[in-house]
DNA sequence: AATTTAGACAACCGCAGGAGA
DNA sequence: CTCTCCTGCGGTTGTCTAAAT
C-alpha cells in the first residue's frame, strides 16, 4: 500500500487553486515522485491523480481543442502501425496526451460504428467487410461474423463499443491480442474470421 | 422552450513492469 | 533472489456542453 489515508483522499474534478498548487510542487521537485508531491503538497489526492493531472491538463506545450487535420492523419498512420499503443502515438504529436488521443479514437470509432450499423441493417446485417466501415485500406480481407445471442438480438443490444473495439484490434493485427487486448477479446461477442480471398 | 442525443474531455481503475531495499 | 512500492499504460466510466428534435 502506498500509505495513503483513504477516507481523506479527494475525487473528481480539479480546482483551480489545486492545479496552481500542484504546479508549484512540480516546479519544485520535478514530475517524477508522485507519491512525495502528492504527500507534501498537502493535496488530498493520490500520487496517481496527481501525476494524471499534470500529464494531462496542466503540463506546459499542450495543445488543447480538436485535432488538425495533419494530426488527424498521423494517427490513423501511426494506429494502423501500433495499434492501441497510445502513449507511443502520443510521443509522435507533440503537445498532444495518449489520453486526448485515446478519446479521439474511441469517438471517431463509435461514430464508424454507428453509421456501419446504419448501413448494415439495410444490407446484410450479418457479415462486415472492414471496407465498408471505412477505415481499412492496407489489410488482409477480414470478415465480421456477429454471433449475437438470441435474448440480445432482438432489442440491438449491441454494444457499440463492442464493435468498435474489433475494429481497433483488427487494424493491427501485429499486436496478436497481447495482455488485456486477450482479455477483451474473450469477452467479446463477436467472431473474427480472417479469409484469404 | 424543453428534452434528448452525441461528442468531447476529464478522471478513475486495474494491471504490469521496473527499480530499489 | 524476492518482495514491495511506484510509475506508466490502456481501458472504462462520468460529466459537461452543444446540437438536434
Known sequence: MAGEDQSTIKKGPWTEAEDMQLACYVELFG???WDFIAKVSGLKRTGKSCRLRWVNYLQP???HGRMAPEEEETILNLHSLWGNRWSRIARNLPGRT????KNYWRTRM?????????TSSSSSPSSLNMTDV??????????FVAEVEEEEEADMDYSLDQIWNEVGELET????????Y??????????????SM
Open 31 to 33: 514530475d517524477r515522485r
Open 61 to 63: 506545450g499542450l495543445k
Open 98 to 101: 495518449d489520453n486526448e488521443i
Open 110 to 118: 463509435r461514430k464508424k460504428a454507428q453509421e456501419w450499423r446504419k
Open 134 to 143: 471505412g477505415i481499412e485500406d492496407n489489410m488482409p480481407n477480414i470478415i
Open 173 to 180: 493485427p501485429s499486436i496478436n491480442f497481447e495482455g488485456s
Open 182 to 195: 486477450k482479455k477483451e477479446f474473450n469477452k467479446s461477442r463477436i467472431s473474427i474470421r480472417t479469409s
